[in-house]
């Protein structure tokens, strides 16, 4: 999951990094995964697991042109298969940012 995540984000051509970021530039993403839990279970045998992520998009406070990018990654992942579950505002000392958090639910292999 976590690989598909970055991939899908460096498809749009942002820097990504999984949890904490190591090279803050004019736009970056922070994401993770908060929760993650057992779905369609019968006779204790999960048949799926649903995942929460959560995606931090952060752009510098001086420009004001990257505000909007985060419509982008929001758009490529619903494209890709995640449900938006909605956004806030985030506020840092040298950046602005929007904390955006989908789901998704993924069929266990061994469920077919």
């Given amino acids: 999951m976590i690989s598909k995540i970055f991939n899908i984000l460096k498809s749009i051509d942002i820097d990504a990094y999984y949890q904490e970021c190591t090279n803050?530039?004019?736009?970056?993403?922070?994401?993770s995964i908060y929760q993650?839990?057992?779905i369609e279970v019968a006779d204790n045998k999960s048949r799926a697991t649903l995942y929460y992520i959560t995606i931090n998009y952060w752009y510098k406070?001086?420009?004001r042109l990257l505000a909007?990018?985060?419509k982008e990654i929001k758009n490529v992942?619903?494209?890709?298969g995640y449900k938006f579950d909605g956004c806030i505002?985030?506020?840092g000392e040298?950046?602005?940012?929007?904390?955006?958090?989908?789901?998704?639910?993924?069929w266990n292999e061994d469920s077919n």
Avoid: P, W
């Fill in 89 to 91: 505002d985030l506020i």
């Fill in 94 to 106: 040298t950046h602005f940012g929007k904390n955006m958090d989908f789901k998704i639910k993924i």
């Fill in 24 to 31: 803050k530039t004019d736009d970056y993403v922070v994401y």
């Fill in 36 to 38: 993650e839990k057992d």
């Fill in 61 to 63: 406070k001086d420009n």
């Fill in 77 to 80: 992942m619903k494209s890709n």
């Fill in 68 to 70: 909007d990018k985060y």
